[in-house]
């Protein structure tokens, strides 16, 4: 079945470094969600791309759609503590939305 | 309410003890998802209902795991004769689901600790 596949599984960085996380899908997807789970909480939304090559900010975040709408992206610049976390990816499904496994990010001081 | 709403947020019981796990989606939201995440880990996805009906009972793990929904509203995950395997943070989330918008609001979860 379709999978949501995330690399890396973890990265640490040194604050006021890039930090960059990959999503693919064996199949093509309709959209493509991200979320934040900051350590002790919950996922949030973060951002939904939609259109194929689609290029998304959010202050220094980045996000993009590829091409062929089968991977993504999330590009963070100049890493801050508040940027610790799991991001993760979600595609829908048919009904239901298939999560990727998450990539952590320890920031370094 | 403002959003999804989780009871208990912390859950400390025997091993063998059954266990209710309480969700109460954001208003209006017709799908509603149940997960599991053990320390450390990404998400498992156990149940998902639209409305009433559950189309996808896939990730349950065991007979031991159940979920109802009534009232296109709150939804209640049951776990019966708890092993300690169980001990996660069990998170709800519920959402639109109109055409292909399916982005998920979650509750802050029920860490169940089974001793």
């Known amino acids: 079945g379709q999978q949501v596949m995330q690399i890396p599984q973890y990265q640490h960085v040194q604050e006021g470094e890039d930090f960059t996380t990959y999503c693919n899908s064996s199949?093509?997807?309709?959209?493509i969600q991200w979320y934040k789970q900051r350590p002790g909480g919950h996922p949030v939304f973060l951002i939904q791309l939609v259109k194929s090559g689609e290029v998304k900010k959010q202050k220094r975040l980045t996000f993009q759609f590829g091409e062929a709408k089968k991977n993504s992206s999330l590009h963070i610049t100049a890493t801050q503590t508040t940027d610790v976390g799991t991001y993760f990816c979600?595609?829908?499904?048919?009904?239901?939305?298939?999560f990727g496994k998450g990539t952590r990010l320890h920031i370094l001081p | 309410g403002a959003g999804v709403s989780q009871s208990p947020s912390n859950k400390v019981t025997e091993k063998g003890k059954d266990v209710e796990l309480r969700c109460d989606p954001i208003?209006?939201?017709?799908?509603l998802y149940w997960y599991r995440q053990r320390l450390g880990q990404g998400l498992e996805f156990l149940i998902y209902f639209q409305g009433n009906s559950a189309p996808d009972k896939s990730g349950l793990p065991s007979d031991r795991f159940s979920a109802e929904r009534t009232g296109e509203s709150v939804s209640t995950l049951t776990i019966q004769r708890t092993q300690q395997e169980d001990s996660a943070v069990y998170l709800c989330?519920?959402?639109?689901?109109?055409?292909?918008?399916?982005?998920?609001?979650f509750g802050a979860g029920t860490r169940l600790s089974v001793l």
């Open positions: 199949t093509t997807l309709s959209n």
């Open positions: 979600a595609g829908p499904r048919n009904d239901k939305i298939i």
């Open positions: 208003s209006g939201h017709t799908a």
């Open positions: 989330a519920s959402s639109w689901n109109f055409g292909s918008d399916h982005i998920q609001y």
